[in-house]
C-alpha cells in the first residue's frame, strides 16, 4: 500500500518523488511507457556489434493501461555495445544513456 507520510530522505531513497505520486497522482500511481526509435544495429567484426536507438518516455497518473500519458516527457539516445557468444545469442556488455 501507498504512504501519505513523506519519507525520511536515505541515499537510496526517492525522496520527494514518492511522496508526490503518492499524494498528487490518479489511483497513486505513476505510469510510464517507452517508444524506441531510430533503431540501428551495426556489426563491428564475427563477435561485436553496436546496438543505437533512441528511447521515448511517456507519462501520466493512474493505474495501467492508461490512457492520456503525456510525452513525451524524457528523450534518450541510448548505446548498446555487444558480444555475440558461442550459442549464437548477442549479449549486452555495456549500455550508455545520454540525456
Known amino acids: 500500500m501507498y ?3 513523506k519519507p525520511q530522505a ?4 526517492c525522496s520527494d518523488g514518492c511522496y508526490r505520486v503518492a499524494s498528487e497522482q490518479k489511483d497513486c500511481i505513476r505510469t510510464v ?3 524506441f526509435t531510430n533503431v540501428l ?3 563491428e567484426d564475427e563477435g561485436h556489434a553496436i546496438l543505437k536507438f533512441g528511447n521515448l518516455n511517456y507519462s501520466g497518473g493512474g493505474i495501467p493501461p492508461s490512457s492520456g500519458l503525456v510525452g ?7 548505446q548498446m555495445k555487444l558480444r555475440g557468444d558461442a550459442d549464437g545469442q548477442w549479449r549486452v556488455t555495456h549500455h550508455s544513456v545520454y540525456l
Not at 10 to 13: E, G, N, R, V, Y
Not at 72 to 78: G, I
Open 10 to 13: 536515505h541515499p537510496w531513497s
Open 41 to 43: 544495429f551495426v556489426i
Open 33 to 35: 511507457r517507452h517508444a
Open 3 to 5: 504512504s501519505t507520510q
Open 72 to 78: 513525451p516527457t524524457l528523450f534518450s539516445d541510448c
